[in-house]
């Protein structure tokens, strides 16, 4: 099992900033991919962004974040992190950690379609992020 534990959530104003963050333990060597995940209330769960940690630098980042997040690996300390730059009225959700293990080509297929949720299998339990005008 691998457990997750999101943070750094909060209240900032638009054109703030953020960083998450969701540290994993456990089965560490089970989560090669991670992603981030965001709710808002009475919306389907979108992907935001996605890092293969397996290697070859694979990364992807949904339409709605591109140019404004920025997904890093810690290694040392099995932490992910979601920078979040220029947050609009439109970015506030729960924001979630997910991992799961996949092929190189299970990430590149990631990279070309973009995310879906049922492909992970290891949650945390969220932390909110609201923005004011």
Known sequence: QVQLVESGGGSVQAGG?????????????????????????????????????GGAGLTYYADSVKGRCTISHDNAN??????????????????????????????????TWGLDRNDFDYWGQGTQVTVSS
């Open 17 to 53: 900033s953020l960083r998450l963050s969701c540290a994993a333990s456990g089965y560490t060597s089970r989560s090669n991919s991670m992603a981030w995940f965001r709710q808002a209330p009475g919306e389907e769960r979108e992907g935001v962004c996605f890092m293969y940690t």
């Open 78 to 111: 099995n932490t992910v992190y979601l920078q979040m730059n220029s947050l609009k009225t439109e970015d506030p959700a729960m924001y979630y950690c997910a991992a799961t293990e996949m092929t190189a080509i299970q990430a590149l297929s990631v990279v």
